[in-house]
């Protein structure tokens, strides 16, 4: 029998978060250890519920949710959108540029195989969600990873971002506020980047799903209010500002100069008939969520259950020799570094998979995130915090060992 292989467009595509070796911490978990797991950026889990009258808005109309909606989403869920672009700035949004989804995911893989031809390349970040790396790999595309500097609070380092730039380069994606990062750009640095687009036509991929989950009394612009003359495609969703990822809803909006663009927004909407629709519990919190109380405030807030937990962590880990770390000005994660002189390591797979082995802790590995050194690895600050107080003391302790090796 010839051997079943998969498809050749999945080389270059890798998705760690979910890797091998939260396999091992699965069947380690079968043996009966109790895992601590710092790994996802899944909400619920760790208590943080969808707020209840997002909850009750879904199963009060789960009845009327069995038909397909229109391909790009259910009216009153654009609406809801639309009312969202307008609180952000992004000018000219009509029902007609939004597409909902089932959640971002769907929607970046969407969105880069109605794009792309092979070899056509997009500039990614590095770090980033790999997520966006593996669509680019999946839909043909190469992928151009920028980097960010961690001596400036991990803004995109533009004048490396121009040097990949060539006649292939069709888009750049921004991740902001950043997954691993925690990184937030200032309007300095998006007008930066809007600059870049203009100069060389490309479209700007803005990926903003933690646009509320902002400590510090911070805030975040949408990149496409600052310009109407460069194409815009900026994502969103429940799943992280709403703690809904269960609920697989997401949007993206089409903004800026449409005018270029009409046969790939045109190849968009094929894309988007293509599945039908998003499911439509998922649509149906949409609405509520966007216009109902915002109670991820609470959470970030000074003494906000998710801000305590990031100082806890920050502190913590900042606490270990050899370790060190931007602090986050958004999202769910620390991205800490460690020194190569105490951690000389040259495969942080391998580490990770050490770290789980001895100390039961599980992360992630920084070359998951398309990050080109062994050197950083994420952490999810989402456990409570005695667990997370537990972890940081093992992943201190595992650190000191490996240190006196
Ligand atoms: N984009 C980023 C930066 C993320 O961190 C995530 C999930 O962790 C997603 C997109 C996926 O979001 P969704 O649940 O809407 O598919």
Redesign the pocket.
Request: overall charge neutral; aromatic content about 10%.
């Given at each position: 029998m010839k051997p079943i292989l998969k498809s050749a467009k999945l080389a270059n595509v890798c998705y760690d978060i979910r890797g091998p070796v939260m396999q091992r911490a699965r069947q380690l978990e079968e043996e009966g250890h109790r895992i601590l797991k710092l790994n996802i950026?899944n909400l619920a889990p760790f208590g943080f519920e969808a707020p209840d009258e997002v909850r009750q808005d879904v199963i009060k109309n789960l009845g009327e949710a069995s038909g397909y909606s229109d391909s790009k989403g259910m009216f009153a869920a654009r609406k809801a959108i639309m009312h969202y672009c307008q609180q952000k700035q992004i000018q000219g949004v009509t029902l007609d540029d939004i597409i909902v989804g089932n959640?971002?995911?769907?929607l970046?893989v969407m969105s880069m195989q109605g794009l792309l031809n092979n070899g056509d390349e997009v500039l990614l970040p590095a770090p980033d969600?790999p997520?966006w790396t593996a669509a680019v790999s999946i839909s043909g595309g190469r992928p151009r990873h920028y980097l960010c500097d961690e001596q400036s609070d991990w803004y995109p380092d533009l004048d490396h971002m121009r040097s990949l730039i060539n006649e292939k380069t069709k888009a750049m994606v921004i991740?902001n506020p950043n997954?691993p990062t925690g990184a937030l750009y200032p309007e300095s640095v998006l007008r930066e980047i809007i600059q870049i687009a203009r100069e060389h036509q490309l479209i700007i991929f803005a990926?903003e799903?933690?646009d509320k989950v902002l400590y510090d009394g911070a805030e975040h612009t949408s990149i496409a209010s600052l310009a109407d003359d460069v194409l815009f495609i900026t994502?969103n969703?429940l799943?992280?500002n709403y703690r809904a990822?269960g609920y697989?809803a997401?949007w993206m909006v089409i903004s800026g100069d449409k005018r270029h663009a009409t046969d790939y927004i045109d190849g968009l909407g094929i894309m988007a008939s293509m599945r039908l629709c998003a499911n439509v519990p998922g649509q149906f919190a949409i609405q509520t969520s966007l216009g109902g109380y915002q109670s991820i405030n609470d959470l970030v807030g000074p003494n906000g259950r998710l801000t305590r937990q990031r100082n806890l962590a920050y502190d913590m880990m900042t606490s270990i020799p050899g370790v060190s770390c931007v602090k986050p000005k958004a999202a769910l994660y620390l991205f800490p570094k460690l020194d190569a002189k105490l951690y000389p390591i040259e495969n942080d797979q391998k580490f990770i998979l050490e770290l789980l082995e001895a100390q039961k802790v599980l992360v992630v590995q920084g070359t998951g995130f398309n990050w080109p050194t062994p050197d950083h690895f994420r952490v999810v600050f989402l456990p409570n915090t005695d667990d997370l107080t537990d972890a940081m003391g093992r992943i201190a302790r595992f650190l000191e060992t490996y240190r006196k090796k």
């Open positions: 950026g959640g971002v995911s769907e970046i969600y997520l991740i997954n990926d799903i933690y994502m969703g799943s992280k990822c697989r997401g």
